[in-house]
């Protein structure tokens, strides 16, 4: 039996259900994934800008995990600031107390201690580096080993120091470098010194039950050079601190932008979900009835009109 549909009509009903097949095909694709295309030419005339939008959130995450990273550190920073604030503080009243009881039983104690806490303090380390060491991150900063050792006449205070003078910076934007760093040197030096000559002073004449004139002499120098010493301390600590914010800012600032540039992003690659399935659903039923119709083509023959 000859057919009533034509060659070219198979032909294009045929096209037309393969076109179908394939919105489907895409269309499921997009649902899955999430993204209109998987290919740069499926989105052609916005390659460009997506090529440039993916650059920039590239270098725009790296500027805020850097913020973040410096972030952690100087709050580390900030809180051996405070420690040593508080040793220097201590040992200011520790002087205070012997001048006011007129004893020096327990200076040398006195003593011992504020060299532990402050060479606790400058020898600290964060994502195991020293973070006092300026670029010597290996190397503790502070060098002297104990009081005797740093109490040591033919060594100056200057000898026990050992960090660089390179403080650490970090680029958190194209045109924004920020030096981040405080060195062992800058922050402890005074602290350091006082205890030294006090030391120095207590291994030439011992402190004893009762204070000398000398011993009242030296305490007295002392506690006015750890007036000094605590301002100079509080001043660098306001230091750190505006720092600490600025990088914040910038921080904050980057992930406005980042979010914005995401919403950029995501308006050219990523797919309405509900927009895509109600499509989809669509272009199933075109797909069901391009079959249904090559279906009847196919089953036409001349014996219906005879």
């Known amino acids: 039996m000859s057919r009533i549909s034509t060659l070219a009509q198979n032909q294009a009903v045929v096209a037309r259900m393969l076109q179908a097949q394939q919105q489907v095909a895409d269309t499921q694709r997009q649902v899955g994934s999430g993204v209109i295309a998987d290919r740069f030419k499926g989105i052609a005339k916005d390659a460009n800008a997506l090529i440039s939008a993916k650059a920039i959130e590239a270098r725009t995450s790296s500027y805020i995990a850097l913020g973040t990273q410096v972030g952690l550190r100087m709050e580390v920073q900030d809180a051996a ?15 205070l107390g012997a001048l006011a009881n007129d004893s020096g039983r327990t200076l040398s104690v006195n003593i011992e201690n504020a060299f532990g806490a ?16 300026g670029g010597r991150t290996d190397t503790p900063p502070f060098s002297a080993v104990d009081v ?3 109490a040591t006449i033919a060594n100056p205070i200057t000898d026990y120091f050992v960090n660089s003078q390179q403080k650490p910076q970090v680029r958190l934007d194209q045109s924004l470098v920020i030096e981040y760093g ?3 040197d800058d922050l402890g030096q005074g602290l350091l010194a006082s205890v030294k ?12 039950t009762n204070l000398t004139p000398a011993d009242e002499a030296i305490v ?5 050079n750890l007036d000094q010493v605590m301002s100079d301390i509080i001043q660098i600590q306001a230091n750190n601190g505006l720092t600490q914010q600025r990088v914040e800012e910038t921080i904050i600032r980057h992930e406005e932008f980042d979010t914005v540039n995401k919403g950029f992003i995501a308006a ?5 979900i509900a927009e895509a399935i109600s499509r989809l659903n669509r272009q199933q039923l075109a797909v069901e009835a391009s079959y249904s119709l090559v279906r009847k083509l196919n089953e036409v023959s001349l014996l219906d009109f005879i």
């Not at 000559?197 to 004893?208: N, S, V």
């Not at 050219?268 to 309405?272: A, N, Y």
């Open 182 to 184: 405080v060195l062992a």
């Open 197 to 208: 000559r006090l030391a120095e002073y207590d291994a030439a004449t011992p402190f004893g």
């Open 81 to 95: 600031i405070s420690n040593l604030y508080e040793a220097a503080k201590s040992l200011r009243e520790d002087l």
């Open 118 to 133: 402050s060479k606790s303090v400058l020898n600290t380390r964060f994502a195991g580096s020293y973070i006092f060491a």
């Open 268 to 272: 050219i690659e990523e797919v309405d």
């Open 148 to 150: 005797p050792d740093l």
């Open 220 to 224: 007295q120098a002392e506690i006015a």
